[in-house]
């Protein structure tokens, strides 16, 4: 179909920044029509004041809106513009109105909004008398209305005509009830015409059951989403990570229908903690790889990892995703405590699985490195991970999806789920919430969370090649997922590179277990970096972040075990950039009905029996934090807890964790956490109440952050 001027127009103009968005909201409203879904239609305050009408109507008559949600402003300010048009004023230079000014405005009975005067109390007057007889007609006759319901009547009765001040058409309100176009007004009581209605309860000429309540049009909203969703809502995507925006990203490419929800805001989990390595040198080595799955595993996992950074690579290109994407080297060199022969098997290793490594004589670049050996792993990639996930979330809306921020789901079923208390409908669901949260038990069982800690400094550009550098871990620690240090040169601004450096992992709620204080881990890592690289200078950033090791290493991608259409993305390890889009590529693939070479040795129902022994060390992990039940406290007293802090106290049997806000305000929760009833600790670092048997961290407001607990924290009251 050809488009309209103004199509064309803004086509042409609207090429950049808030109007660009326009264009493409314009463009996903048409493909959602176009595909037979429903358009609800929200109005904002003061919408109808700006003579909303001239368009809005048009657009209900060519059927572009399926249902309204607005205020009870909204809707008696078009009947107002309808039959008082001509006493509105406007007073452009409001801006200098005194307080004198604004008095005689309002005894001359107009209400200002901005530069716009609205003459409430003449368009009253023409109002009153007609829409009292109907609410009064209705409770004579035992009937019962919703506001709009009501309006439509008086404005279909022809009572009004006499005072029509403008084109009936251009007034949305009559366009709707020529429709019968249903319309949510949850907040009407608070409007003028609410306040009437409520004047003529109080005098006892109306009831006020005659008026259906806000809470009426909530449920009549539950009931119409859910019978009308099914053509509307094809695909649900819940989390908003790189697992979540790469799988709904690929889905909506190949032209499926999708949603999705985010508890916060992209990128606000772990992605966007993350150092954005883009690698295939797996943290959990290829040698290893080859005794757990087989060879032919560990050169699937390398070509499918591989993969990965090229599919990265596309969808930047396809695009045009400015996020400072680059090919980089990758140097893995051995941590004091491993073995020189370890360098070797990995070498053969990961060259048996297809990866072109080659060994150098010393770490190229890095001080102290001239006598020790090195792997090179070629064609890794680096790239800034939210502007990646702000070109995905572009592109997806561009292709008719559509994602929701602070949307909270739960109840997830193979129905869909309940997000922010509305019933959403979907064939397929994919929990992408880096920690499932639709499974309390089978998958925890399988991976278990670490924290990790990052810096950045500033280092003087051309210093330090692009690349990026990891040891091989420390095989002295006493947890299963021996922790490695893992940096990267980033571009920072044009005398500066950013040098980012991770490491010094602990089981999550774990970390005392060192007798180590987060600030310490920063210093270790600190340290570890100056020695390595001296050129740094002074520390910019430093941050903490989860990561979920499964205990055999590999991510686990695709159906929930024992479900047909609900899949999940989880057990990132430390290459979650490339497990999370090896996730979406895999799910997409499945969902089409596309074989998948990969899909197998993801799955998230694979057994490896070759690990019991790790699985068997993280299980006693587990179970051994049980025992806080009955061991001792971190607080002994609450005068001992400083403003800022956190900690978990005995009374009797119970333990308490409480936390003291700056203002000297103590908090109390129940320390047992919703999941499975470990005793969650304090992390200083974070301020957050953190779970040391599957992850679970709730903030010192006892709020889930991160899974699997989906409750929070009960609170406790204290005198
Ligand atoms: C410090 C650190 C450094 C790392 N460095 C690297 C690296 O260099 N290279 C690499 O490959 N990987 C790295 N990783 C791992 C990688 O960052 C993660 O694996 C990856 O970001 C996980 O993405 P995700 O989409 O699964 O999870 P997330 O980014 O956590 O996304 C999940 C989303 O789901 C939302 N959510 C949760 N519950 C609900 C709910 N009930 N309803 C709606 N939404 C919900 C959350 O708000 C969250 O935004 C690192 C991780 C950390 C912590
Ligand atoms: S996260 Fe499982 S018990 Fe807390």
Same mark, same amino acid.
């Given at each position: 179909m050809s488009k309209g001027p103004i199509s064309q127009f803004i086509e042409k103009y609207y090429l950049h920044f808030n109007s660009a968005t326009v264009v493409d909201a314009a463009k996903a409203y048409e493909q959602q029509l176009q595909n037979g879904a429903k358009m609800m239609v929200t109005?904002?305050?003061?919408?109808?004041?700006?003579?909303l009408g001239k368009i809005f109507a048009e657009m209900i008559r060519q059927d572009k809106v399926q249902i309204i949600s607005c205020t009870g402003a909204n809707l008696e300010e078009d009947i107002m513009n309808l039959? $008082?048009?001509?006493?509105? &004023?406007?007073?452009?230079n409001y801006r200098d109105l005194t307080p004198q000014d604004e008095w005689d405005l309002l005894e001359k009975g107009l209400n200002r909004v901005t530069d716009t005067c609205i003459p409430e109390h003449e368009a009253f007057r023409r109002l009153q008398k007609h829409i009292h007889k109907i609410w009064k007609d $209705?409770?004579?006759?035992? &009937?019962r209305y919703f506001p709009h319901e009501f309006m439509y009547k008086m404005l279909l009765s022809g009572c009004l005509e006499e005072y029509y001040e403008i084109d009936l058409k251009d007034s949305w309100m009559y366009a709707a009830a020529e429709k019968n176009l249903p319309i949510v007004v949850p907040g009407w009581e608070d409007s003028t015409m609410g306040n009437i209605f409520a004047s003529y309860v109080i005098k006892g000429e109306l009831k006020a059951s005659t008026m259906k309540s806000g809470i009426e049009y909530m449920t009549f909203l539950a009931d119409w989403y859910s019978k009308n969703s099914n053509k509307?809502?094809?695909f649900f995507q819940i989390g908003?990570?790189?697992?979540?925006?790469?799988?709904a990203y690929l889905l909506s490419k190949a032209g499926k229908k999708v949603i999705v929800v985010e508890d916060g805001f992209i990128g606000s989990g772990e992605t966007g903690r993350t150092t954005a390595h883009l690698s295939n040198a797996l943290d959990d080595r290829y040698y290893y790889l080859e005794r757990v799955f087989g060879k032919e595993a560990a050169a699937l996992s390398a070509e499918s990892h591989t993969a990965a950074i090229d599919e990265i690579e596309k969808i930047i290109r396809t695009e045009h995703i400015d996020c400072a994407f680059r090919r980089v080297n990758g140097y893995l060199f051995l941590h004091p405590s491993d073995k020189e022969e370890n360098l070797d098997k990995e070498l053969e290793a990961s060259q048996r699985a297809g990866i072109s490594t080659t060994l150098l004589p010393k770490i190229p670049t890095m001080a102290g490195g001239s006598d020790q050996r090195c792997i090179v792993f070629p064609n890794q990639a680096q790239f800034h991970i939210l502007q990646y996930l702000s070109g995905l979330a572009k592109a997806i809306t561009s292709y008719g999806g559509i994602i929701y921020t602070e949307a909270h789901a739960e109840n997830i079923t193979k129905e869909g789920a309940t997000v922010n208390g509305f019933a959403f409908r979907a064939d397929y669901?994919?929990?992408?919430?880096?920690?499932?949260v639709n499974d309390v038990l089978t998958m925890h069982t399988k991976q278990h969370a670490y924290r990790s800690y990052v810096i950045a400094g500033k280092i003087r550009k051309g210093l330090l090649p692009y690349a990026l550098w990891w040891d091989t871990g420390d095989m002295d620690s006493k947890w299963v997922s021996q922790p490695y240090h893992y940096a990267r040169l980033a571009e920072y601004d044009s005398e500066n590179d950013l040098l980012i450096v991770g490491g010094e992992d602990h089981k999550t709620g774990q970390g005392d277990e060192e007798s180590l204080l987060e600030s310490a881990r920063y210093d270790k890592l600190e340290a570890w970096t100056r020695e390595r690289f001296p050129m740094l200078g002074d520390l910019s950033y430093r941050w903490s972040g989860q990561i979920i090791e499964p205990v055999d290493s590999l991510g686990f991608m695709g159906k929930n075990p024992g479900d047909e259409n609900i899949y999940i993305i989880t057990g990132d390890s430390g290459n979650g950039m490339t497990h999370a889009t090896l996730g979406g590529m895999i799910i997409c693939d499945?969902?089409?009905?596309?074989?998948?070479?990969?899909?197998?040795?993801?799955?998230?129902?694979?057994?490896?029996?070759?690990?019991?022994?790790?699985f068997l060390k993280e299980a006693g992990n587990m179970a051994a934090q049980y025992i806080d039940w009955i061991g001792s406290p971190d607080l002994q007293n609450i005068a001992d807890l400083e403003p800022g802090q956190g900690g978990v106290l005995s009374h009797g049997i119970r333990k308490i964790a409480v936390y003291r806000d700056y203002d000297n305000k103590l908090s109390a929760f129940n320390a047992v956490c919703p999941h499975l009833g470990c005793i969650v600790q304090w992390n200083n670092d974070e301020k957050s109440f953190d779970c040391p048997c599957h992850g679970s961290r709730f903030t010192h407001e006892g709020k889930v952050v991160n899974g699997p607990s989906i409750e929070n924290l009960r609170k406790i009251r204290i005198t």
């Open positions: 109005l904002a305050g003061a919408m109808s004041t700006a003579e039959v $008082a048009h001509s006493h509105y &004023e406007r007073v452009p $209705a409770e004579d006759a035992g &009937e509307g809502v094809g908003g990570g790189i697992a979540g925006l790469t799988t669901i994919v929990v992408a919430t880096n920690s499932p499945s969902i089409r009905g596309i074989p998948n070479r990969w899909q197998e040795l993801y799955s998230p129902s694979r057994i490896t029996l070759s690990t019991a022994i790790d």
